[in-house]
């Protein structure tokens, strides 16, 4: 069936430097690709979004790229801070031939001050 | 806040019983998602409704069943539970019927004893 792998699992990076999530989904319909932010004891939260038809996308310290071929998405996050510490979710989303948002595992992010 | 409101937040319950989760939408979004989330799991979709009706429909057991109203609150109806069935169950809602930034609530911490 359709999935989406992500990885890593668990990413520490000091604080400053970037953090790369990688994710690769097998559904060729998807066309929706929402990143959310998941902090302990909350539900999970948008932080950034792509659709199929744009390679990537950026908002401030965030970007996400995009690359329809392979099949592959990735979000980018660069001068670290303590904050950005969490879980991070990707997901591939399709609405033609019936509505699926399939996420990933996730990655837990530790950013070390 | 998400303006997604879910009741209860916990829930303790024994196997063989039977719960029901409620949801309220940020007002004027349409659509209710379910989700379920288990320890160190990623987010499985089990049921969307789309304005009353069911719109899509994932790893829903047969055991569970949702509807949303007229007023477009949602409920997640769980039965005969049984152990594995402990999870966090989140749900997100949108004002359009998908491939849309979902706004999650808090989730219901649900567990089997």
């Known amino acids: 069936g359709e999935n989406v792998e992500q990885h890593p699992s668990t990413l520490s990076v000091q604080e400053g430097d970037s953090a790369v999530i990688k994710c690769t989904y097998s559904?060729?319909?998807?066309?929706?690709f929402p990143w959310y932010k998941q902090e302990l004891g909350k539900g999970p939260q948008l932080i950034i979004d792509?659709?199929?038809?744009?390679g990537e996308k950026k908002d401030q310290r965030i970007a996400v790229t995009l690359n329809k071929t392979a099949k592959h998405f990735s979000l980018h996050i660069t001068e670290t801070q303590p904050e950005d510490s969490a879980v991070y979710f990707c997901?591939?989303?399709?609405?033609?031939?019936?509505?699926?948002?399939?996420f990933g595992a996730g990655t837990r992010l530790f950013v070390k001050a | 806040d998400s303006g997604v409101t879910q009741t209860p937040k916990h829930l303790i319950t024994a196997t063989g019983q039977r719960v029901t989760l409620r949801c309220s939408p940020r007002?004027?979004?349409?659509?209710v998602y379910w989700y379920q989330q288990s320890l160190d799991q990623g987010l499985q979709f089990l049921i969307q409704?789309?304005?009353?009706?069911?719109?899509a429909k994932g790893n829903i057991l047969e055991r569970f069943s949702a509807q949303q109203f007229p007023d477009l609150h949602s409920e997640l109806n769980l039965s005969s539970l049984e152990l594995g069935d402990s999870a966090l169950y989140f749900c997100?809602?949108?004002?359009?019927?998908?491939?849309?930034?979902?706004?999650f609530g808090q989730g219901t911490r649900l567990t089997v004893v």
């Open positions: 559904d060729s319909a998807s066309n929706y």
């Open positions: 997901a591939a989303s399709r609405d033609t031939g019936g509505f699926k948002t399939i």
């Open positions: 409704y789309y304005n009353g009706e069911e719109r």
């Open positions: 792509i659709r199929s038809n744009v």
């Open positions: 007002s004027g979004d349409l659509s």
């Open positions: 997100a809602s949108s004002p359009l019927a998908g491939n849309t930034e979902a706004f």
